[in-house]
């Protein structure tokens, strides 16, 4: 157990040792326990506030981060560009500066390529509390460790040797980010396990987080391979994590990205492909899902969706996050 997290910034799981994670997600245990017993927790963050600024949507994150400082007992404030002064010009010196005086937690979420983490980054720089990610354009840490929770709660802690994929899917409507399958590589290939990437070309993932991702590999005796057979990367799956995202590293021109999706209109999550993978495989995505798309109803629906358990621990680890951070000993 790592008790030194007083302050510490969330930004990405890469920040944080294994040791670490491996105490937020014991606390995120201990809290849904104690959250399903009805044992009130309301005084671990008691009179203490979260600023929560959204550069895009959200039904998940907003809820689970307001909800969770309810539940502890504190305030969650959502907060726009719009709605403050970002829109005009102020820059994260003079946001992250001025909220440090009034509250105890920064959680953002900017998905803009190439700017949103180092909006984070320079945000942590000048704010005297810890800072969040809620997604940016490299990592979703608190999606990845509701995912990893959820994970050892069907499988055990112990995941060694697990085959983990993730797959892209196809999807029409909107580009998404590549935050999902870079946070999932970069944090999966951590435990040991055999993690496998599939998408067809032109869907690659930024290369620092493949680097990562190769670089945990050495370090946990896992093993990691990238593939564009969405049949191959399900045989003998233990997890099959299948979701859509955009050929961001090649271009986010609307009509572009959508003809290279339409070229993979194939690439689905569907009961055939489920088929392939082992028989107690467990089907994740962290949702929105683009039901009909990205994945059959019956797969979505079916026994090995792992689908709401996953949104229900963004819930637990989340408040687990901000205790250890914004909290603090007696
Ligand atoms: N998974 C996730 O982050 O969902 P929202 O976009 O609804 O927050």
Known sequence: MQTQLYGKDFITTEDWTNEELETALDMA??????????????????????????????????????????????????????????????????????????????????????????????????????????????????????DLMTMREKFGDDLRGRKFVISWTYAPKYVRPLSVPQGLVMLMTRWGMDVTLAHPPGFELMPHSLDAARAHTEESGGAFEIVDDMDAAFEDADVCYAKSWGPIMVTEEE????????????????????????????????????????????????????????AENRLHIQKALMVLAMGGRI
């Open 29 to 146: 245990t201990d809290l849904k326990r104690r959250f399903l017993a009805g044992e009130p927790h309301d005084h671990l963050l008691r009179a203490k506030t979260l600023y929560m600024l959204f550069f895009e949507e959200s039904t998940r994150t907003r809820t689970s981060f307001e909800t969770g400082m309810t539940q502890l007992g504190g305030h969650g404030v959502f907060l726009t560009p719009k709605a403050t002064q970002i829109d005009h010009g102020e820059n994260a010196q003079d946001t992250g500066t001025v909220l440090s005086r009034y509250g105890h937690g920064i959680a953002v979420r900017d998905c803009r390529t190439n700017i949103g983490q180092k909006y984070l980054y320079d945000l942590a720089k000048y704010a005297n509390i810890p800072i969040f990610s809620m997604q940016d354009d490299v990592d979703h840490p608190c999606q990845t460790m509701a």
């Open 255 to 310: 009509q572009e990205v959508q003809s290279m999706a339409d070229e993979n209109i194939s690439w689905k999550a569907d009961e055939r492909r489920m088929a392939l993978a082992k028989k107690n495989a467990i089907y994740m995505h962290c949702m929105p899902v683009d039901r009909g798309y990205e994945a059959t109803d019956g797969v979505i629906d079916g026994p090995q969706s792992v689908i709401y358990d996953e």
